[in-house]
């Protein structure tokens, strides 16, 4: 004998949507996964460029800076 689930409806009142509107909100919630998949992948990408690219910008902008150092210069602490 098999135990039987029942889905008890929560407290306040019941709103009945439309087709239209539940095809609506499907679009919207479609449209909203694919821009959060998309911002995702986005700011990943941008995330592994900016972790290797920064010090190739910052040589390159110090090679092209007024008292033009040699890349030596550049990268030693002193």
Do not use: C
Not at 30 to 56: C, D, L, N, Q
């Amino acid at each position: 004998m098999a135990s039987r689930v029942s889905l008890k409806a929560g407290k306040g009142k019941v709103v009945r949507k439309s087709a239209a509107a539940d095809e609506e909100e499907g679009s919207v919630a479609a449209a909203g996964k694919f821009v959060k998949e998309w911002s995702t992948w986005a700011m990943k990408k941008a995330k592994v460029v900016t972790h290797y690219g920064f010090i190739p910008l910052v040589i390159i902008i110090g090679m092209n800076s007024d008292p033009k150092p040699s890349l030596s210069q550049l990268l030693s602490p002193v």
